[in-house]
RNA sequence: UGGGCGAUCGACUAAUGGUAGGUCAAGUGCCUUUGGAGCACUUUGUCCAGGUUCGAAUCCUGGUCGCCCAGCCA
């Protein structure tokens, strides 16, 4: 297993009690010499998410630390709502993650086996044949409570249920009339236990079985069972499924099958982040986003193609840990690891989002030179390159004032700054349009402070980015926010829905951002930072000479925290 | 008037009867050729009430609050 190694930036939290447990059992050997076994076992009905990165990273990373191996298996045992497509993006993004199973399995696989427990159950009188209707079913249920009711066709012979049950899955019965029950205790103060249902009629062709099965394993029956087929000695969940324990021991035991034990850890919530698959497919449905790789999507699909790495989610997933505790993180605390992982990783350059024209009055027309550049200032070994400079220059619109608030640091009449990895300027004069606003400002330069350092040793404040007019290239910017302007997108007003906490400026696409002529090579996903501006990489929508980039998150900006401050 | 699980800084998470610590966020200062990064410092916490104990976040009792469960979904 070539798992996510461990590199210098991995927290390791000090503990988690899934570890301990491990930790617990391989320390007794509770499983004398064969490894530790676990899985990460997705239902093929829509993309992974962040949440699920959690899991694997939980199911793989624990395995992993301890030796052991993990499967990637298919929870595939409803035809109605699983197709190929997920499991095609399943298996892509646990390798984009940075894992790899030991074996690749199906629950489909153990149709046949599941069907023979069936089998074995109803001789040993512990399942039935229930002719009831769904609604007469969740009728006879009983109350969380209530206790529940025996349904009229709980003590069939077993002769007649295996009659019964042959003839279900032969095709005779139309789909709803008839299910298999667990005959357990239908006064169970735990609902699952009241004759859980373990299979459905369904006619439905399968993405991997097609037509073979028209009854198909409800989760309670396939989930615990193939854990035991596979030697799954920890078999890790979400806390949701604590109440399901006594069914799926109960099974196994029945079964006198491969002990495989369950552990529950709270889901992942994130704050201005919707993790329901339920959700993320209306949103997908509905077209409020792109599709499920749309750069706002909390999906793994969708936040790589934002520029997120897997590095900094396996960071993340470390740093949050795993407990027994609802409660729903920062999304500052995953935008943290990633600005962390990308501020060493990612190359620099300049790029401009909202040019401001400059023209340098005592810089020699028709002149251009080339100034060095370190890649990443972080990180020495990425080396240097040469970016044009001459007379007119673009620079952020922000970066100027006419009539500079206090603090601001920046370029404004009369104002020295220096022009990164280049000369000091000192603005002069502007030109504006019949307006007002200003399209031009003119400046003189320092020639003696080449590379961005006076001989005399004058200091400037601030230190601007810039992109050489006549050598700057164009590309599409799309900078994209939250999703979701709520840090609860489930909290609305009465009558409305999620919907309405939809973020109106979560994406706005520039088309006139300018940027230094080096950026014309990027490559599809590759990673860049902006400087003073953020974190971007180069969407897939690009094609040659039509670059497209995403911006992964800003950089932080001090600046506009003062502004702000000093607004209110 | 069922059952299960849980409760530690604003958020996430350690401490497993012996100094309540880390990360994020927030704030202050230093530094800076990115108002980025970095560095230093600071603020804020054991749900409540009793009990056991030399000593309790931890053990006990009783409350309170939160989450999950009545799919032929997973």
Redesign the pocket.
């Known amino acids: 297993m070539t798992n996510a190694n461990s590199e210098s930036q991995d927290v390791r939290?000090?503990?988690?009690?899934l570890r301990?447990i491990i930790a617990e059992d391989v320390r007794t050997k509770k499983y004398g010499d064969a490894v530790i076994q676990t899985r990460f076992p997705p239902?093929p009905n829509g993309y992974l998410h962040i949440g699920h990165a959690k899991a694997i990273c939980l199911d793989f990373g624990l395995a992993d630390e301890f030796g052991g191996k993990t499967n990637l298996r298919f929870?595939d045992?409803?035809p109605e709502?699983e197709e190929q497509e997920y499991v095609d993006s399943i298996m892509k993004d646990v390798r984009w993650l940075g894992f790899e199973w030991d074996r690749l399995c199906f629950a489909s696989d153990y149709f046949g086996q599941l069907y023979q427990w069936a089998l074995q159950l109803i001789r040993a009188g512990k399942a039935y044949v229930d002719d009831?209707?769904?609604e007469d079913?969740?009728h006879y249920?009983g109350?969380?409570?209530g206790p529940g009711t025996d349904s009229p066709y709980r003590n069939r012979s077993v002769e007649e249920n295996l009659d019964l049950f042959v003839r279900m899955k032969n095709g005779e019965f139309p789909?709803?009339?008839?299910?298999l029950r667990a005959r357990i205790d239908m006064a169970s103060?735990?609902?699952?236990m009241r004759d859980p249902?373990m299979y459905?009629?369904?006619h439905a062709t399968h993405h991997r079985t097609g037509d073979t099965w028209c009854i198909?394993p409800?989760?309670d029956f396939a989930?615990g069972q193939s854990d035991s087929i596979e030697q799954i000695t920890h078999s890790m969940c979400t806390?949701?499924?604590?109440?399901?324990q006594p069914i799926y021991r109960w099974y196994i035991e029945q079964l006198g099958i491969f002990p495989s034990q369950q552990f529950e850890f709270?889901r992942l919530n994130l704050t201005y982040t919707l993790l329901s698959k339920r959700k993320l497919l209306q949103l997908v449905q509905e077209k409020h986003v792109s599709g499920w790789d749309d750069p706002r999507m909390p999906t793994l699909s969708g936040i790589r193609r934002r520029g997120f790495t897997p590095e900094a989610i396996r960071t993340f997933c470390a740093?949050?840990?795993?407990?027994?505790?609802?409660?729903?993180?920062?999304i500052?605390?995953l935008e943290?690891f990633q600005?962390?992982d990308l501020?060493r990783r990612a190359r620099?350059a300049m790029a401009v989002l909202y040019p401001l024209k400059v023209v340098i009055d005592n810089y020699p027309e028709g002149q251009e030179e080339f100034v060095e550049v370190a890649n990443?200032?972080?990180d020495p070994s990425a080396g240097t390159r040469q970016v044009p400079f001459s007379r007119e220059i673009y620079i952020e619109q922000d970066d100027f004032r006419e009539l500079p608030p206090p603090?601001?640091?920046?370029l404004s009449p009369g104002k020295e700054v220096?022009l990164?990895?280049a000369y000091f300027i000192t603005a002069q004069s502007v030109e504006k349009d019949a307006a007002g606003n200003i399209v031009e400002v003119h400046c003189t330069y320092d020639p003696a402070s080449r590379?961005?350092?006076s001989p005399d040793g004058r200091k400037v404040k601030?230190?601007?980015?810039w992109v050489s007019a006549p050598h700057a290239i164009s590309a599409e910017i799309r900078l994209y926010d939250k999703l979701f302007s709520k840090a609860d997108p489930g909290d609305f007003e009465e009558g409305q829905s999620f919907l309405s906490n939809l973020n109106p400026n979560s994406l706005e696409i520039l088309s006139g951002a300018r940027l230094e002529p080096s950026l014309a090579g990027a490559r599809v996903e590759e990673h860049f930072?902006f400087?003073?501006v953020g974190y971007f990489c180069v969407d897939p929508d690009s094609a040659p000479g039509r670059l497209v980039f995403n911006r992964t998150l800003p950089?932080?900006?001090?600046?506009a925290?003062?502004e702000k401050?000093a607004g209110s």
């Open positions: 939290t000090p503990s988690n009690f301990d239902e929870d045992t409803n709502k009831l209707s769904a079913i969740r249920r109350t969380l409570t789909d709803g009339s008839r299910v103060p735990n609902l699952n249902v459905r009629i369904l198909y409800m989760y989930h806390l949701e499924f604590a109440d399901h709270d740093a949050i840990g795993a407990t027994r505790t609802n409660g729903t993180t920062d500052e605390m943290h600005r962390d501020n620099r990443n200032p972080e603090k601001y640091y920046r220096r990164r990895n590379g961005g350092n601030s230190t601007m980015h930072q400087e003073r950089l932080k900006d001090t600046w925290k003062i401050k």
